[in-house]
């Protein structure tokens, strides 16, 4: 199976997906450097997410787990030359990566990159940090439920929040794996059931070039 839905991702992508030098280099980069690019979104995720972006005419974005800054490529090709991202990655080395690959890219916003936990990063946000109107949560999964909570706070009315990487081929329905990061999964799940800071809220589950897995997606109230 995993191997028909790469071929399906490869064909959706050449048909749908135009080449961008920018996000090629940045693949390329991320792989000369000994990194895996599986961590990554693949590219019609990518374009979701863009399109996510443009379809809400965001202009600042955050983005929790920066990796190599695949997807941060994908979130700045969205926004406007007066758009804002800012990115938190919590491994040094991964942070150093992607730094380099957004100096490269050069894209026309403003990228903030920040190196930390999550959520310290953002506890640690001036009282007058403005909120965002699109958020990303690609970080360690275990810390989803908090990670959560501290994107409410800054969110408005309106403000679309996605979390990736929420199926993990299954595993969450499996009752033997108690993995600190599926754990994590599912008190998600029941975080945002009925949350009153929410006006709606779904999850879907996906099959591609990166398997089987995922992503949680929620509008703020």
Not at 34 to 48: D, E, K, R
Not at 137 to 166: C, M, R, W
Not at 171 to 182: A, G, L, T
């Amino acid at each position: 199976m995993q191997q028909m839905w790469t071929a399906l991702d490869e064909y959706i992508e050449s048909h749908l997906i135009s080449e961008d030098p920018k996000l090629q280099t940045i693949v390329e980069n991320t792989i000369e450097h000994g990194f895996s690019n599986h961590l990554a979104v693949a590219p019609n995720q990518g374009m979701l997410l863009q399109m996510l972006i443009q379809m809400n005419h965001c202009k600042r974005v955050l983005e929790l787990g920066t990796f190599a800054a695949y997807s941060t490529a994908w979130l700045a090709r969205a926004l406007p030359e007066d758009g804002y991202l800012l990115t938190i990655e919590g491994r040094d080395t991964h942070a150093a990566m992607a730094q380099s690959n957004i100096d490269q890219a050069n894209y026309p916003v403003q990228i903030e990159l920040k190196v930390g936990r999550a959520a310290d990063v953002l506890r640690a946000l001036p009282d007058s940090t403005e909120p965002f109107d699109f958020i990303f949560i690609d970080a360690d999964k275990q810390s989803y439920p908090e990670y959560l909570e501290l994107s409410l706070q800054f969110s408005h009315s309106g403000t679309v929040i996605v979390l990736d990487n929420v199926i993990r081929a299954g595993d969450i329905i499996n009752p033997d794996n108690h993995k600190p990061s599926i754990e994590g999964i599912r008190e998600t799940f029941v975080a945002l059931q009925d949350h009153p800071r929410l006006l709606s809220c779904t999850a879907l589950q996906t099959v591609g070039s990166k398997g089987h897995d995922g992503f949680a997606i929620a509008i703020v109230k």
